[in-house]
């Protein structure tokens, strides 16, 4: 498994700040902080001046995510991407949280270059938004999605969550129902997850339910496919030509680099990452220190490794010998088409089995 040279640079761009935490959320992001704003964007764009002037390839895409990039100003959006070097055609996806959406604040990011943002709905159901801990209004929200789907971006998408506790069939199919009448180029949804150390895993009773997710998820397949999303990664969904270029290209192993506090980056067998807390980061860069907190290379068994999980999720799949026996234990969850191997809709629900038989074949 080798990983695919993209043209230009890949950028991440990490925003820590929310104005609530939600219960399912183990992102490092912080409530409390906003006061560190405008330091923290003076050191993201002293971070990016240092590596545009270590000869940095200009950005093909940006990608803006958190946190909560739209509680910055667009002004500060702006400045960001004004210190990046971007190259023509460059995709700039936003993430924004309902409450920031309006008139005004659409016009402002489309002017400072945002050309596809990705609205987080989450859920159109009260009752599910509560469970899942996400203090947002539904209604607030559906107004929100129309004002974006209207805003003239490039491109849009909506981020969609499954499988809360007070989710059903019936609440699951109104909220994509309701979404589709927007006529969405691009849908996230993902599966909730229990992550260690949130409110969500303390409270048992509130766990997903693993069956009802997998009929959910087979569900979004066929309500998604029937209006002409196709699925191109596990939890993701589009018209043709709406792909998220940025994360196509992070799922295929490309390198990117992630600028901000906790931003990961990657090139070739290096892996490294900033320090966690917004605080550490402004002071390290302010200090002109490299606001790293460890790096590591990975060995040819673990970059194969790294290569199979992201490209298997993909609807490209993995390169595959025609004459190679696929493994007996997977012949019922993929698909061996054209020189390539990829999961069928049983296979999606099952990847990480998947990947970890595929990985002793591939990767040994
Ligand atoms: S808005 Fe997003 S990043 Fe912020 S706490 Fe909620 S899930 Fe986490």
């Not at 303390?202 to 029937?226: C, M, V």
């Amino acid at each position: 498994m080798g990983h695919q040279a993209v043209e230009g640079t890949a950028v991440y761009i990490h925003v820590p700040f929310c104005s609530i935490r939600c219960d399912y959320c183990a992102f490092a992001t912080w409530t409390d902080r906003d006061s560190l704003m405008g330091a923290y964007v003076a050191a993201l764009r002293e971070e990016i001046a240092t590596a545009v002037d270590s000869a940095m390839e200009p950005a093909s895409s940006v990608f803006f995510g958190g946190g909560t990039p739209s509680r910055l100003a667009p002004e500060a959006i702006q400045s960001v991407l004004g210190s990046l070097g971007l190259r023509e055609g460059a995709e700039v996806t936003m993430e924004a949280n309902p409450e920031d959406v309006n008139q005004a604040s659409l016009a402002r990011w489309r002017e400072a270059g945002v050309t596809r943002l990705s609205i987080g709905v989450q859920s159109l159901d009260p009752t599910v938004l509560a469970s899942l801990g996400r203090h947002q209004d539904a209604a607030q929200s559906l107004e929100a999605a129309w004002a974006v789907a209207g805003a003239g971006f490039d491109t849009w998408s909506a981020d969609l969550v499954f499988g809360a506790r007070a989710e059903t069939m019936q609440s699951w199919e109104t909220t994509l129902g309701t979404i589709l009448e927007l006529d969405p180029p691009h849908l996230s949804c993902y599966s909730l997850m229990v992550e260690p150390g949130t409110p969500l895993q303390a409270d048992l009773a509130r766990h997903p339910d693993n069956d009802l997710q997998a009929e959910l998820y087979e569900a979004t397949e066929e309500i998604l496919a029937g209006s002409g999303l196709s699925w191109y990664e596990v939890s993701n969904w589009a018209i043709p030509d709406a792909h998220c270029r940025h994360n196509l290209s992070f799922w295929k192993g490309g390198d990117y680099r992630g600028f901000g506090c906790a931003a990961h980056s990657r090139a070739g067998e290096r892996r490294w990452w900033n320090l966690r807390t917004p605080e550490r980061y402004i002071e390290a860069v302010s200090q002109g220190r490299d606001p790293m907190a460890a790096e590591e290379f990975l060995d040819p068994t673990q970059r194969c490794l790294e290569a199979l999980m992201g490209a298997i999720r993909t609807r490209e799949g993995i390169p595959w010998d025609p004459g190679r026996p696929v493994p007996a234990r997977l012949s019922e969850l993929v698909v061996q088409e054209a020189g390539r191997l990829h999961l069928n809709l049983g296979g999606r629900l099952l990847a990480n089995e998947v990947t970890e038989e595929l990985s002793g074949a591939l990767c040994g």
